[in-house]
């Protein structure tokens, strides 16, 4: 009996596990969402788990490649769009976070959300032109949105 209910148990805990996956990726969860709906998938198939189970909050620090893919930003190739990224970095003049553990320029979790909002304000284009370098040249760019609006 208890080898049945152990089976049952890991078949929960996958079905759980799996759910989660797709929740997160279906819906934009804040850490602690994502922790009540674990919860409570494992609450209800009479699962336990250690806390070490859970995922770790969202990073510190995003360098350009994080930046894009954490607001789904792709070229009509489905490459992520960094160079996007990096022009619009410099067009709202966000800044660099000086106490990056790596050689790449990091920033800020609001950095993101800076991005994020601005894309939102103009209603997520799928073209536009930022100023770019020194001079008063146009770039222009194609975007695609993965996971975002």
């Known amino acids: 009996m208890q080898k049945d209910k152990d089976k049952f148990s890991f078949c929960a805990l996958r079905h759980c596990f799996y759910s989660f996956q797709d929740m997160t ?21 009479d699962i336990s788990l250690p806390e070490k189970a859970f995922f770790e909050s969202e990073k510190a620090q995003y360098d350009v490649q994080a930046i894009a893919h954490k607001l789904g930003l792709y070229t009509s190739k489905g490459t992520l769009h960094t160079s996007f990224v990096k022009a619009l970095l410099q067009h709202l003049q966000l800044q660099k976070l000086s106490s990056s553990t790596t050689k790449k320029a990091c920033y800020s979790p609001q950095t993101v959300v800076s991005i994020h909002n601005w894309l939102q304000e103009r209603k997520f284009p799928s073209t536009l032109s930022l100023p770019y370098g020194q001079g008063t040249k146009m770039r222009h760019f194609e975007l695609e949105y993965h996971r975002l609006k």
Do not use: A, H, I
């Open 25 to 45: 990726q279906l819906y934009d969860l804040s850490p602690d969402e994502r922790r009540n709906y674990f919860t409570s998938l494992c609450q209800q198939y």
